[in-house]
C-alpha cells in the first residue's frame, strides 16, 4: 500500500543561462510562458494548470521533477511519513509542495492546491474521410500555419543507477502502477512504463517511465500532448522552420502507442510532442516487454540508436544492455558486503 495515489504529473524544473532564449523555444514548442517576478521562466499549456515547464537561471541542467497530489491532506500525509515540511509554493497558482529526493538525488516537488484557470481552447478536431467512412462532406480541409497547440505535461523519463531501488521508491510513495515492464534479456529487466493509479479512471500508459540505460543517470525527456496528428505535423513544421534540432520523429510508438516527435531546447534537453497515447485503468494491469518493443517503431522514422549502416541490431542491444545491468547489480553487491563487513 503506498503512502498516497498521486493524480499527474505536474511539471519540470530546468535551469539555463539564458531565459529569453528558452522563452523563444517554448514559444515555437506550443507553450505560452512569462518570467515571473522571483526570476524564474514559467510556461504552460491550454489546460488550466499554472505551470507545466519550469527554467530558473543558472548552468543548464535538470533541476527537478513534479508530482501533483489529490490533495493538500495527502501532501500532509506524505510529509509526516517521509518526516518532511509541507511548504508554500511561492510560485505561479500557489498552493502547497513537498520536496523529496529519490534514490538518485533527483528532486521530486510533490504539489496540491494549486489555483487553475480556464481551460484554453484548442484546435478542433476535424472530421475525417477514411476508405470506410465518410465523415467530411461537401467542406475542404483548411490548416493554419504555426506551432503546436500543447494541452499538458504528460510523462517524464528519468535514466537511474538501480531501476529496482527507484521503482520501489516511486512506487511505495506515490502509488504507481507498471504498465510494461522492459526486460534486456530474461530475468534481466532494464525499467518501466508506470501510470498513475486512479482507480476506474483511465490514465496515460505512462506518466513516469524509469530506465537503467548504459549511460549517465538523469532526465532523458518530458512529453508534452498536442491537439491532434494534424497540430503535431503542423508543429513540426513550424520548429523545422525556425531552425531547431529534431531528435527524432514523427512515428508511432509500439509500448503507449503515442504518435511522436521530438525535439531538444538550445542546451540539449530533449521534449516531445504525442497525440493519440493509450489509457489504462488499474483493472489493465501490467505487462512484459523487451528492449526491441521499447526501441520499436509501428511505422516512422526508427530509433535513432537503431539507424545508421553501423547500428546494432535490437537484440544486439539487448544483449548489451542486460549484461550492462548484470554486472552493474554484482559489482554493486560486492560493493555492499565490503562495506557491511
Known amino acids: 500500500m503506498s503512502v498516497i495515489k498521486i493524480e499527474d504529473i505536474a511539471h519540470v524544473r530546468f535551469a539555463a543561462p539564458d531565459l529569453a532564449k528558452m522563452q523563444s523555444f517554448l514559444t515555437d514548442f506550443g507553450l505560452q510562458s512569462d518570467i515571473n517576478e522571483d526570476g524564474r521562466l514559467y510556461a504552460r499549456g491550454s489546460d488550466g494548470i499554472p505551470f507545466n ?12 521533477l513534479g508530482l501533483r497530489a489529490e490533495s493538500v491532506e495527502d501532501l500532509e500525509k506524505l510529509a509526516q511519513a517521509e518526516n518532511a515540511a509541507v511548504e ?9 509542495v513537498v520536496r523529496l529526493r529519490d534514490p538518485d538525488g533527483f528532486l521530486v516537488e510533490i504539489v ?27 467542406q475542404a480541409v483548411r490548416l493554419e500555419p504555426g506551432p503546436s497547440h500543447v494541452q499538458r505535461l504528460g510523462h517524464c523519463v528519468l535514466n537511474v543507477s538501480d531501476f529496482r531501488a527507484s521503482e520501489r521508491w516511486y512506487k511505495e510513495r ?30 496515460d500508459h505512462h506518466t513516469l517511465f524509469l530506465a537503467q540505460l548504459p549511460q549517465k ?28 534540432h529534431a531528435s527524432w520523429g514523427v512515428g508511432r510508438h509500439v509500448l503507449g502507442s503515442q504518435i511522436f516527435d521530438y525535439w ?19 483493472a489493465d494491469g501490467s505487462n512484459m516487454a523487451t528492449a526491441s518493443d521499447l526501441l520499436a517503431v509501428q511505422w516512422g522514422m526508427p530509433s535513432p540508436i537503431l539507424s545508421g549502416k553501423l547500428a ?18 554484482f559489482f554493486g553487491r560486492g560493493s555492499r558486503k565490503s562495506v557491511e563487513g
Do not use: Y
Open 88 to 96: 508554500s509554493l511561492d510560485a505561479p497558482g500557489g498552493g502547497k
Open 312 to 329: 546494432p541490431s535490437p537484440e544486439t542491444l539487448g544483449f548489451f544492455m542486460a549484461m550492462h545491468a548484470r554486472l552493474k547489480a
Open 112 to 138: 496540491a492546491g494549486q489555483g487553475k484557470s480556464a481551460n484554453g481552447q484548442l484546435p478542433a478536431d476535424a472530421s475525417r474521410n477514411s476508405a470506410e467512412s465518410k465523415d467530411r462532406l461537401r
Open 217 to 244: 543517470r538523469g532526465f532523458m525527456h518530458a512529453a508534452f500532448e498536442v491537439a491532434n496528428m494534424d497540430d503535431l505535423m503542423l508543429g513540426h513544421q513550424h520548429l523545422k522552420s525556425r531552425k531547431h
Open 53 to 64: 515547464h519550469v527554467t530558473e537561471t543558472g548552468d543548464p541542467g535538470f533541476v527537478a
Open 264 to 282: 531538444t531546447d538550445p542546451w540539449g534537453h530533449e521534449l516531445e510532442h504525442w497525440t493519440d497515447g493509450d489509457l489504462f485503468t488499474a
Open 174 to 203: 506515490f502509488g504507481f502502477i507498471t504498465s510494461d515492464e522492459i526486460e534486456a534479456r530474461a530475468g534481466t529487466a532494464i525499467g518501466a512504463f508506470m501510470r498513475c493509479d486512479r482507480g476506474d479512471e483511465p490514465t
